[in-house]
């Protein structure tokens, strides 16, 4: 069953020439944990807003749970939770007064909801107290995930919640998501980290207000159409400066402790290491390497130039 659709989505702010959203149609089963990878501006906020009903498109049609984001606008916005991109909660009051606000305004009340926010909220309960702005980035987290779900949402809708959020959180963040999809509410997160993406089951690469691919991570990755390298050396800006004018490399870019690179022709490899070598390079190490979702994506943005 599809739960949330998209078609022919475009949106323009202040008569821009180019969309902020650029023709966009997907859907997203039910249940499903689904997330819109791609960098600030991408157009991430604006097809949340739109499915959350706080933004109207300039054309195309979409709906959630089978209702019509501007015909059944009321509707859907009992039934959807959103965790908005920015700290959305109230700063002066604490932690439990959140939650009942939110609880109060969707006409319900936290203990009819608790099994679903039990998990989450535990870790931040001993701090019930205290103000919310007064919280550490991660417990901001996780309380605004509470105030999102205390209504019991069929669809949540979470815009960049790991953004400025360190490791461990991010981390306890992703197994809470995957409990929720577990317990059945279907989940669309976005998110600029492309490391992020592994952990959703589909997903949609977006950049400047277009998708560039949607499908699984798994078969996003196995689609990469050249073999990719790893190569470092002991100086590795000269290296990447080397490379970039190298005539055996398609393309390169500074991946974590690597450059990956593509080559022109297959099999130049030693021919490259030669030539880097002359260039006065040291200590080269080149070998092969599984391309991850962010190569696909550099691949992808540069296929558009
Ligand atoms: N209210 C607005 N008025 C004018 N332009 C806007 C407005 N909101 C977004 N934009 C522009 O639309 C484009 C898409 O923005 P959007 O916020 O949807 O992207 P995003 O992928 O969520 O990125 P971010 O993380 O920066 O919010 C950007 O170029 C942005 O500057």
Redesign the pocket.
Known sequence: MIDVVLDNIVKT??K?KIP??NDVSFSVGKGELFGLI????????????ILTTLLLADSGTASVNGLDVVKDYKKIRSKVGYMP?RFSLYQDLTVEENLRFFATIFNTSIAANYDLIKDIYVQIEPFKDRRAGKLSGGMKQKLALCCALIHRPTVLFL??PT?GVDTVSRKEFWEMLQRLKHQGITILV?T?YMDEATLCERIAL?QS?TIMSIDTPQNITKQFPDNLYAIRAKNMSKLLNDLRHSRFVKSSFAFGEFHHITLKEENTNEQLVKEMREHGNEEINMTIAMPTIEDCFIKLMNNDK
């Not at 791609?38 to 807003?49: L, V």
């Open positions: 702010y202040n821009n902020a959203v791609g960098p600030d501006g991408a157009g991430k906020t604006s097809i949340f807003r991109g815009d960049e953004t976005s600029p977006m207000g």
